[in-house]
């Protein structure tokens, strides 16, 4: 993959500052440049929307606030067949992340 470029939306603030010191290392170790559009919380979710409901496909991935994961539902890939759908592909494994999130979902 190296050479791709993988465009991500995300929030801005700390959190999303600390995220984009750690992808260093992920391009470091794969090749692949991560390019990240920071936008307020309003702005997101309006971008969000436009995106998906139009299927423009701005962004390669997103982070969203969970209170909008019902709205979002319907756009999302379900990886739980990953293995059987995609050949080639590793099954989803879940079973070293953290329960509560989990459970929250």
């Not at 993959?1 to 995300?10: A, D, F, P, S, W």
């Not at 307020?40 to 969970?66: C, H, P, R, V, W």
Request: proline share 4%.
């Amino acid at each position: 993959y190296e050479g791709t470029t993988l465009r991500v939306q995300t929030g801005t603030g700390p959190v999303f500052d600390a995220i984009k010191t750690l992808t260093a290392d992920f391009t470091a170790a794969t090749g692949i440049a991560v390019e990240f559009t920071g936008l307020s919380y309003t702005e997101s979710y309006q971008k969000l929307i436009l995106d998906l409901t139009s299927g423009s496909a701005s962004f390669d991935a997103f982070a969203f606030a969970y209170q909008w994961k019902t709205e979002m539902a319907p756009y999302m890939a379900d990886l739980s067949n990953v293995a059987e759908e995609v050949e080639g592909a590793p099954s989803l494994a879940l079973d070293d992340y953290p329960g509560d999130v989990m459970e929250v979902y």
